[in-house]
């Protein structure tokens, strides 16, 4: 058991180290930062934008950006392994595959959360910028990177798994996720067209229209649909049961990817 915990971490810090040298995370950061700080900065009514308002600029790089960043470190971490020229490589090493599998997971979503939480600090300072003598209050940023970036991330980097282990190649793979991601994004642009005032954002999870009380009865449809749209009020238990349902979502695709590599390991 000790042994395996320790190929864990040995994994775990060779991804963050392997990773740190990646284009991807720079180029991805610096995209999530474009689009939250113009997001914040044009529709601030303030010489500076409120606090809800740089929250929600915020949610919007993270949600957008970060998920497409670790699906593109994670199957590339495991595309170096499931390559026709290493397969075999991988599948005859004297190490579980539940370790492999984790290591890999576990160390790219901690790369990307440190990442995070740059572009979080990046925000709390705005207002010093304009003279102020605080930073933004820490609760709103925290509220959005435990309920709707952190199960973004980690849902991201399990399909990610999930989707490499089934198919064994990166240009296989980042098809069918970008279908997934501009589905999810794209769905509601007609509404938007036609002048209505979504009660979800557009990088919502949900394709359904929501009542305005956050406190309203959410169904078995409304709890699967997972929807962060009233992140910015009060908590409340529907919001800890979506991030739930996540993050549940996303240990299964993982366990998944092990069976599916025992499987070809056993062929």
Known sequence: MNRQLDTLREI?????????????????LAA???????ESFTVGVLDWPTTSQASRAYQLGCVMIFGVMTFLLTAGALSRDLSDGRKDLLLCRPISLWVYIWGKYIGNVLFVLCV????????LVIPLFY????????????????????????????????LMCLSR????AMPVFLVYFLAMALFRIPETLRGKT?????????MRLYPHGVSANVGASKLYDMSFSHLLQPPVPELYARAALYTALSLILVGLSVLLLKRMRSS
Request: aromatic share 16%.
């Open 169 to 172: 190649k990166v240009i296989v």
């Open 131 to 162: 003279g102020q003598s605080s930073i933004y209050p820490l609760r709103p940023f925290m509220y959005v990177m435990f309920f709707s970036t952190l199960p973004t991330i980690l849902y991201c980097g399990a399909l990610a798994v999930f």
């Open 116 to 123: 995070n939480v740059l572009f979080m600090a990046s925000f």
């Open 32 to 38: 999530a930062a474009l689009m939250g700080f113009s």
């Open 198 to 206: 979504l009660d979800v954002d557009m990088w919502d999870v949900s």
């Open 12 to 28: 775990i810090l060779l991804e963050q180290r392997v990773q740190r040298r990646n284009p991807i995370w720079i180029i991805s």
